[in-house]
């Protein structure tokens, strides 16, 4: 390690950005590998509650901070018809899941999802297939979900075990259709119509609804921009949020993979500019939203795999990425980057939650484990429903602040991202009356990558950090490859 010879770097803590929504720390539960059976659903595990339900998953992601979860897909739901997942297990059929060449089994559905997500004090946020789906089936979702009773479907669901309906408020409207991996891929244009028509018929059964018209899968589709911009001149007046995706990977420059954040600044600042200059030729007034409702670290080199050569499988090893303290560090600073951008993203989805390209990681004979991604994730979920405040950022050194409600703590969230130097900050807290701090920790390994496995489960974990406050700045040296949160009390300014 080179030493820090060089003077401090001063982070200034400015103006707020906005709030950061509770809805900004969701994940996704997938029926994708071992997402939900062996995820977050193992009737035999030692764990098991009497519903099925892994009980060692759920602490953790109680644990985890987790305010919202996306379901039943992704690539899945594209292909999955809702009603084969309702109603007595034992008739509920086997199906082919074409998105990853698996058996789904159905014994895990809506009805089980609803109950998992009251179990794990989260919300639930559903998507209607729109891909080989259609907008009856749609509707008969809501139907089932959100009417109270005397209809068929809502009486099938109080039959089913629940008389009170879940009013489900976030609705996607189908799953990445600008990708030629989806099934039912459309063009800009047919996906507009469609989400049109689907969304005018939901809000005729609610209009307060809140609805999210796909957007792009990623940043490098060639119709990045435009499907954008043709979708959304075509829902501006029915939907609320637009949605994106991204995932990064190491492709052998850690350097750059480090700079991961850069990237996904770049891609929610075009997709806000491109969200307002909708609103400027539709002369709208709607607030819409970006929902990044996938984003992680994700070598998706390996998607192809999933492809070749293998049977059809129940609930296979699929995408089961070991996470390393340098994805850790990635996943972080891609947590500040969406608290940055506070003022457009209200709804973000850490993909996936459980064990496919999951935050934690479940075998049947143990106890499921955090992943180094965990970590970063669970510290920066507690400023949910805090003020961002705008905080500079220079060269290696990635920041971001909150402030709570009240205006008595303050947050810092400080990446490291260099690879041989250590970096000693001031943090300027002069401006929010800081008095002392309450708690540091640091993530930091001298193995970028170092990870989780059952037998060394916190090989990676949050370690105490020294930092002192002095003369209303936060005093702190961060080691290369480091990532740290450190929680701030202050004396809010009531003038
Ligand atoms: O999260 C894994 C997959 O990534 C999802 O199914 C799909 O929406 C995306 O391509």
């Not at 307002?276 to 670290?297: A, F, G, M, P, Q």
Request: charged fraction near 20%; include cysteine; hydrophobic fraction near 40%.
């Amino acid at each position: 390690m080179k030493s820090s010879s060089s003077a401090p770097v001063t982070i200034r803590v400015g103006a707020p950005i906005g709030v950061a929504d509770p809805r900004l720390f969701g994940s996704f539960v997938e029926h994708l590998g071992r997402g939900v059976y062996g995820g977050i659903y193992e009737p035999g595990h030692g764990s098991a509650t009497p519903e099925g339900f892994r009980g060692d998953v759920l602490d953790l992601v109680r644990e985890l901070g987790v305010t919202v979860v996306r379901y039943p897909g992704g690539n899945f739901v594209s292909g999955y018809d809702w009603r084969d997942g309702i109603g007595p297990r034992a008739s509920r059929p086997r199906r082919l899941d074409l998105a990853w060449k698996s058996i789904e089994t159905n014994q895990f559905g809506t009805d089980e999802f609803a109950a998992w997500c009251r179990a794990a004090g989260v919300e639930p946020m559903l998507a209607v297939n729109l891909g080989l789906g259609d907008v009856k089936s749609a509707l008969e979702l809501l139907e089932y979900t959100n009417h109270p009773h005397g209809t068929s479907l809502a009486d099938e669901r109080a039959a089913n075990g629940a008389p009170e309906p879940y009013d489900v408020r976030v609705w996607c409207l189908g799953n990445e259709l600008d990708g030629p991996w989806q099934l039912g891929h459309r063009s800009a244009q047919e996906y507009a119509e469609l989400a049109a028509t689907t969304a005018s018929a939901m809000r005729m059964f609610d209009p307060d609804l809140e609805l999210v018209a796909v957007g792009s899968s990623n940043a490098d589709m060639e119709t990045f921009g435009t499907w954008e911009a043709t979708v959304l001149t075509r829902t501006i007046e029915l939907v609320d949020y637009l949605s994106c995706h991204i995932y990064f990977y190491d492709d052998g420059d850690l350097a750059a993979f480090l700079r991961s954040a850069d990237a996904l600044d770049q891609f929610l600042e075009r997709i806000a500019a491109t969200i307002e200059h909708v609103r400027t030729v539709t002369r709208s007034t709607r607030d819409v939203k970006i929902s990044l409702d996938e984003w992680n670290v994700w070598n998706y080199r390996d998607y192809d795999d999933i492809k070749a050569e293998r049977e059809f499988e129940v609930a296979p090893r699929l995408l089961e990425q070991t996470y390393t303290h340098a994805d850790a560090v990635v996943v972080g600073t891609l947590l500040q980057s969406i608290l940055r951008h506070a003022d457009s993203v209200s709804i973000a989805a850490l993909a996936q939650l459980v064990n496919a390209i999951g935050a934690i990681r479940a075998e049947p004979d143990a106890p499921a484990w955090r992943q180094t991604i965990f970590h970063p994730f669970a510290a920066v979920a507690r400023s949910a429903g805090h003020t961002v405040l705008a905080t500079t950022s220079a060269g290696d050194i990635s920041t971001a602040a909150t402030v709570s409600p009240d205006g008595a703590e303050a947050r810092l969230y400080l990446a490291n991202r260099s690879l041989d130097s250590p970096a000693a900050l001031e943090i300027d807290l002069s401006g929010i009356g800081a008095e002392t701090v309450i708690s540091a920790h640091l993530l930091h390994d001298d193995d970028p990558g170092a990870t989780n496995t059952v037998d060394a489960p916190d090989r990676v974990a949050p370690r105490p950090l020294d930092a002192e406050l002095v003369r209303g700045r936060v005093v702190v040296l961060l080691p290369p490859l480091s990532w740290a949160d450190i929680t701030v009390a202050c004396r809010p300014n009531r003038g």
